[in-house]
Nanobody, 122 residues
């Protein structure tokens, strides 16, 4: 089970940190975790992913240099630090997990959280 939290309303240029708490069976450190987002009226798109073992991360071009994904295996939690937020970052953010290596392909993630809304507006 995945529980995403940390969304809210923030002004352009501001920051938010999203959390994805993972519970249930399996060893958390064996799971790759990713963030996706879905803006109103648009398809879900990839944001970032972090691998299960080596400190490998990957970002979409739209967030590279502004967002940072990290994980704390002791807390079974993955974070998405979002800085320099823009109105176009407004979306529902979903975290997803898979037993295996990280990928940008959403259909390869078997486990999904419920989403948390991020609104960037003045």
């Amino acid at each position: 089970q995945l529980q995403a939290s940390g969304g809210g309303l923030v002004q352009p240029g501001g920051s938010l940190r999203l959390s994805c708490a993972v519970s249930g069976g399996g060893t958390f450190s064996m799971y790759a975790v990713a963030w996706f987002r879905q803006a109103p009226g648009k398809e879900r798109t990839y944001v970032a992913t972090i691998n299960r073992g080596r400190p490998y991360t990957n970002y979409s071009d739209s967030v590279k240099g502004r967002f940072t994904i990290s994980r704390d295996n002791a807390k079974n939690t993955v974070y998405l630090q979002m800085n320099s937020l823009k109105p176009e970052d407004t979306a529902v953010y979903f975290c997803a997990a898979r037993y295996g290596v990280a990928t940008t392909r959403s259909f390869k993630y078997a486990y999904w959280g419920q989403g948390t809304l991020v609104t960037v507006s003045s």
